[in-house]
């Protein structure tokens, strides 16, 4: 993983977590079900995977603050679980002095979403296929690009940039 400041880092995770947070937190939904594809659902289960992962790692962490916070970090997460878009500055406030202090965790957070799909942005072509004139632009800084052309397929003139702005 390469250095991240601890903001970053959070907003990371907020955005691989959003997502998922119907299925993380029990309430149930409708994220995946209009996937049609067995790509689609492959890469929809790794993401789910993923974000499970990336959630019990958090989970884990806030249960060790139960006796300096009497459980408010473990409510933070609980409550950005079920509603995320009202809770998400709350849960990011209690995130970010543990990714600031415990560079263990940040490790362990960053390895996590190195492989998230959240963070991926892939094109693939096959037989003969033309991509061309694509941009693939990534401003967190962080994360992954692909583009690869198989058989007879034709990859040209493609652009790819990850940067911090």
Request: charged share 20%.
């Amino acid at each position: 993983m390469f250095p991240i400041d601890p903001v970053t880092l959070a907003n990371q995770v907020i955005q691989a977590l959003t997502p998922l947070m119907p299925f993380l937190g029990g309430i149930g939904g409708g994220i995946g079900t209009a996937i049609v594809t067995k790509f689609g659902e492959d890469v929809y289960d790794q993401g789910k995977k993923q974000g499970q992962h990336l959630y019990e790692a958090i989970e884990h962490r806030f249960e060790q603050e139960k006796t300096i916070d009497q459980g408010s970090a473990r409510r933070a997460l609980q409550n950005f679980t079920y509603e995320p878009d009202k809770y998400k500055d709350v849960f990011k406030a209690t995130l970010l002095p543990l990714l600031q202090t415990d560079t263990a965790f940040v490790d362990e957070l960053g390895s996590i979403l190195d492989t998230s799909p959240a963070l991926q942005q892939i094109i693939r072509a096959e037989e003969n296929a033309i991509v061309s004139d694509n941009e693939q632009t990534n401003t967190l800084g962080y994360g992954s690009q692909l583009m690869e052309g198989k058989g007879t397929a034709s990859v040209e003139r493609n652009k790819q940039s990850i940067s911090n702005e």
